[in-house]
């Protein structure tokens, strides 16, 4: 397993209100259609790895974040490893989820799908 937990300083994490908690449960949600789909369909890889290197090099990503997304798509070949790591309930992994370089995987059908499931389990 690929845990990113704890690799970040000892700073202590302000407390989430309601609607941060609701915002953070809507992107795991939909990180999980988008890494099912990616593991699914590896076309999309070469889209992902531009994100990830167009948005680092115009400083628009931090080291760690770089290293995280880069580590992470390595690991494309091992369903389990890469949507647990993914998936992680941390905040450091939440935080990076924030500004995840999974964009134009979901369709907006397929977006709202995910969302509905979400609403209505």
Known sequence: MMSY???RSQRRERPKNAQQENIDKQILCLHQAMAEKIIANHHYLPQIVKTIATRYESGKM?????????????YIDHPDIFLQTVLEDSPTIQNYR???PFVGILTEVERQAALDKLIFT
Request: neutral net charge; hydrophobic residues 30%; without cysteine.
């Open 5 to 7: 937990q704890g690799t």
């Open 62 to 74: 931090a080291y760690g974040s770089y290293l995280f997304w880069t580590s992470l798509m390595e």
């Open 98 to 100: 924030r500004q995840t």
